[in-house]
């Protein structure tokens, strides 16, 4: 092998979701991939020593998969994993027993019907790329299938997690912030994300206009119960925003009157409740904010 072409020698495991453990009907959703020490130039490398190697994580973003093997998977919850699971398998390993602790990692922290292949050997131009080339073999949809565009909430959910990711701040966002932490026991809503700088609570929700309304009257009903838990709970205020698609791209224009009163409606709705509202074309100036607000 050339000089300058040298690859770490590592091991790599797949996430896959498994909702059914008696029919074993799975598919990839994510890897784990950790470096086992030294370096390979001949091309035939093993796995090498387990050493105290860096180690990453990544999961997929497209769902379709998953739902459908399970229209019911919650998808959002599967996402939100990805943070812990880097966080926790950054803590450190057992040089004597990786393996033995990442599986209580996923006893710990994962979902039940998340499971871990056995490690395999791999070698690596570097950690990034290793990761790339493992996802798309074994996780990402080939390429000849079509990919159709995301719509709706999960458009904006994707928008918001991109800019987040680009400003560096993604893992360091709460995740599917349970509402009945500071209204009451039962309330169903969980808001997207939100952290806290000094002495106020910033959360956003995603909010789609396709096909109606009822997310902005739900964000809006709880608005004063959420607002009043924060104040209690956190002793801080609470700026909720809700984002949503620019009026062009859901036809909410001059022509399509309905649209754009239904679209109007909505805002002012949310507005008139103390939620701002920002659409995902001011996600970047938001992220930059986090960025700096969480002193990266």
Known sequence: MAIGTERRRCEFQLLRYVPDVVRNESVHIGVILRESGGTDDSGKGGPGGRG????????????????????????????????????????????????GRMMRLFDESLSLNVQMTEPKAYLAESMPAGLEELMRLYVEPMPRERTPRLNGRAAIQSRMRTEFEQAGVWDLLRKRIAASEYTRPGDPLRIDVGYRPNGIVRMFHAVSFDPGLEMAKVLAFSEVALRAGVERVEKAELELTAVIEPAARVGATDEEPERLALYRFGVETMEEHRIRVLTTSDMGRVAETARRELNL
Do not use: F, N, Y
């Open 52 to 99: 105290d190697g860096k180690i990453e994580v990544r999961l997929t973003r497209d769902w379709r998969r998953v739902r459908c093997l399970d229209p019911d998977a919650d998808t959002a919850l599967l996402e939100s994993m990805e943070s812990e699971l880097r966080r926790r398998l950054h803590e450190g390993t057992d040089p004597q027993d990786p393996g």
